[in-house]
């Protein structure tokens, strides 16, 4: 098993993409440590990982703020003493269709705390544990649109910034035996996308999207956990500050 005496911290766990990279991890032998603002979706997914042998913890967090991300990672020293991995998916988009007449303050700032506050706040409490272990494997979620997005504004400056923030800590904490890369998915089948926007307005954008993959067929969260996995392994130890498009030819 390729994470087997490995701890890993997934943040957004409770999400389709979570939950898939926080079960794939525990198939992997790692311990895993699930966090997100819906404690509840956490205790399902956790309570499926141990059913099935594997074995962790689940915590009701709200990662934008300061003061609870501290609490969460002063009880991993406390209960656990160290962390390996840190994968942050904790995010979202609350503004996907604005023009840029329309972007709304409160939504942009909320965007940017969501997907890249989260995330810095996060590397900078996992780099504390990291670094005195001489040990590290930090996986940041962008997204695809981290390229420019003519309907997503706060949300793709929000995942181009989770890239160069991850670009930026792999060269401070190389020398540290820390790697930092980044993912990129297109468009992911997860039950709150499809719920946001309706039965046959999703049907229509995945069957558009499929089209223009040369895959022909949109992502699923286990195609992006397996991924996550890659890069949190050994097999990428030397593989730091690059992204990984999760696309199907997407963008070729």
């Given at each position: ?104 303050a409160e939504r942009m700032s ?143």
């Amino acid at each position: 098993m390729r994470l087997a005496q490995k701890t890993a911290l997934v943040t957004g766990a409770a999400g389709g993409i979570g939950s898939a990279t926080a079960r794939c991890f525990a198939r992997e032998g790692a311990r895993v440590i699930l966090a997100d603002i819906d404690h509840d979706g956490c205790r399902r997914v956790l309570d499926g990982i141990v059913r099935d042998g594997g074995d962790g913890s689940a915590y009701g967090v709200d990662l934008t703020s300061e003061n609870e991300v501290l609490n969460l990672f002063t009880s991993i020293r406390e209960r656990i003493g160290r962390l390996d991995i840190l994968v942050n998916i904790a995010g979202g988009d609350i503004e996907p269709a604005a023009s840029v007449e329309e972007i709304d303050a409160e939504r942009m700032s909320r965007n940017l705390d969501m997907n890249l506050k989260s995330c810095i706040l996060c590397c900078r409490e996992a780099t504390k544990i990291m670094k005195p272990q001489g040990y590290g494997r930090i996986v940041n979620m962008s997204s695809l649109v981290y390229r420019g997005s003519p309907a997503q504004f706060s949300y793709s400056a929000s995942k181009g910034g989770v890239f160069s923030f991850t670009r930026s800590i792999a060269m401070a904490l190389g020398r540290s035996n820390i790697t930092a890369n980044a993912l990129a998915p297109a468009l992911v089948e997860v039950d709150a996308f499809v719920r946001a926007l309706g039965p046959e307005r999703w049907q229509a954008l995945m069957q558009a999207s499929a089209e223009r993959y040369p895959l022909g067929r949109i992502a699923t969260p286990d195609d992006v956990a397996k991924a996550a996995l890659f890069l949190a392994s050994d097999d990428a130890s030397f593989i730091t500050g690059q992204i990984l498009e999760i696309s199907g030819g997407a963008r070729l």
